[in-house]
């Protein structure tokens, strides 16, 4: 049984559209992130979180929200999409801060 | 960036041979991991090494870190075809995430 499941797995929007990524980890861990990859820059660290109503800042937050309402559950929102943030998006989840478990990823395209 | 400049790195190789893949980190960390990241999937983590250990084994996977030079190794014996992936290593950064180098791709034929 898969750990960490995103959905959709795949997304395609327009410029200023509104976009939610949902992410259900099964591991009953404390920690989840989102990370983007895109090439050239490989993975980077948008949101994170350490339980349920926390909310931390990555490395690359600007444009992008993000919501944990359970353990379980990790969101990740884009109210006003843009071209730039069209990218490949991973999330983890830990125990603590040492080896992440990733879902399938979730591919957006923002026209 | 906590990496070294670097571009995504590729490798072509034989099934049967090694093959070592390397990086640097900018910073102080005390512990460094390697993910494999196959075609369509997410990254899975293969091998965490401390700053406490100089050399870490798992299977045909061998994982180095010299924290003088601030750089990691990770060498696969006797590779298979399904080696092929895309390899990253990656630090514990201070917002409790992981900051990933690019990458090596890494290509093995039979």
């Known amino acids: 049984e898969a750990a960490v499941t995103q959905s959709p797995r795949n997304k395609v929007t327009v410029t200023g559209g509104n976009v939610t990524l949902s992410c259900r980890q099964t591991?009953?861990?404390?920690?989840m992130y989102w990370y983007r990859q895109d090439t050239g820059h490989g993975l980077r660290l948008i949101h994170y979180?350490?339980?349920?109503?926390?909310?931390q800042i990555g490395d690359v937050p600007d444009g992008y929200k993000a919501t944990r309402t359970t353990q379980e559950d990790f969101f990740l929102l884009l109210e006003l999409a843009s071209p730039s943030q069209t990218s490949l998006y991973f999330c983890?989840?830990?125990?603590?801060?040492?080896?992440?478990?990733f879902g399938p990823g979730t591919r957006l395209t923002v026209l | 960036s906590q990496w070294g400049e670097e571009n995504l790195q590729a490798l072509s190789i034989q099934e049967g041979e090694d093959v070592t893949m390397n990086c640097s980190y900018k910073?102080?960390?005390?512990?460094v991991q390697w993910y494999r990241q196959k075609s369509g999937k997410g990254p899975a983590q293969l091998i965490l090494?401390?700053?406490?250990?100089r050399e870490k084994r798992s299977g045909r996977l061998r994982a180095t870190l010299d924290t003088s030079s601030q750089s990691s190794s990770l060498s696969i014996t006797g590779t298979l075809a399904t080696d092929t992936a895309v390899y990253f290593c990656?630090?514990?950064?201070?917002?409790?995430?992981?900051?990933f180098g690019l990458g090596t791709r890494v290509s093995v034929f039979p």
């Open positions: 983890a989840s830990s125990e603590d801060s040492a080896e992440q478990f």
């Open positions: 591991n009953s861990h404390n920690y």
């Open positions: 979180s350490y339980g349920a109503g926390n909310l």
């Open positions: 910073t102080y960390t005390t512990v």
């Open positions: 090494i401390r700053s406490n250990e």
């Open positions: 990656a630090t514990r950064n201070y917002a409790q995430g992981l900051t």
